[in-house]
């Protein structure tokens, strides 16, 4: 199927006025078959869907598919196949950061006790930080027909148990919500 011609808008993601093309705010390449007809999508320049959110596209679902939390996740063993491909043709920035750059860390049981090692990569947070408010800001634009301001701060953290949940959202009050 071929890509419409460009228009004129505003970007979602970077909120510059000019020629855009239409972006699933959830990645493709996070759904194990076809995309549902009704997942959001907007505007965005060229720059921004097709080279800098992609890779961070591809970059997120790499991360999700190889996190322990969601390795017996159906949607996530199905979308792994996709990972396994693109570190099998040299196409994953992930693998390759993997094999340049990972840490090994110690994998701690709510014991206390270290019950094996893994790899971890800093970089892995860094873009997480990068990609998930971008999606936040295309969500934004799609349900509330509104881009959000450039100087929109965000926090990204991983959430597990509601204590954590009731924590992040003291700590976010207090910090007055950012």
Not at 9 to 32: F, M, Q, R, S
Not at 38 to 49: E, G, L, M, Y
């Amino acid at each position: 199927m071929a890509e419409p011609s460009p228009r004129q808008g505003i970007c979602a993601y970077c909120g510059n006025v000019g020629e855009v093309t239409d972006d699933h705010v959830i990645p493709k390449c996070l759904w194990p078959g076809r995309v549902r007809k009704d997942t959001p999508i907007v505007d965005a320049c060229r720059p921004c869907n097709h080279v800098w959110k992609s890779e961070y596209d591809t970059y997120l679902r790499d991360i999700l598919v190889n996190d322990r939390a969601c390795a017996k996740n159906p949607t996530a063993q199905a979308v792994r196949k996709k990972y396994y491909r693109a570190a099998a043709d040299n196409q994953s920035i992930m693998a390759q950061d993997l094999a340049e750059r990972a840490e090994f860390v110690g994998l701690q049981e709510p014991s206390g006790l270290i019950s094996g090692f893994a790899k971890t990569l800093p970089d892995a947070v860094e873009r997480c930080n990068v990609i998930l408010p971008l999606i936040v800001r295309g969500l934004h634009q799609f349900y509330l027909h509104a881009t959000l301001p450039k100087d929109t701060i965000f926090q990204v953290a991983r959430v597990i148990k509601r204590q954590e949940i009731e924590a992040l959202a003291r700590e976010m009050n207090e910090n007055g919500g950012a």
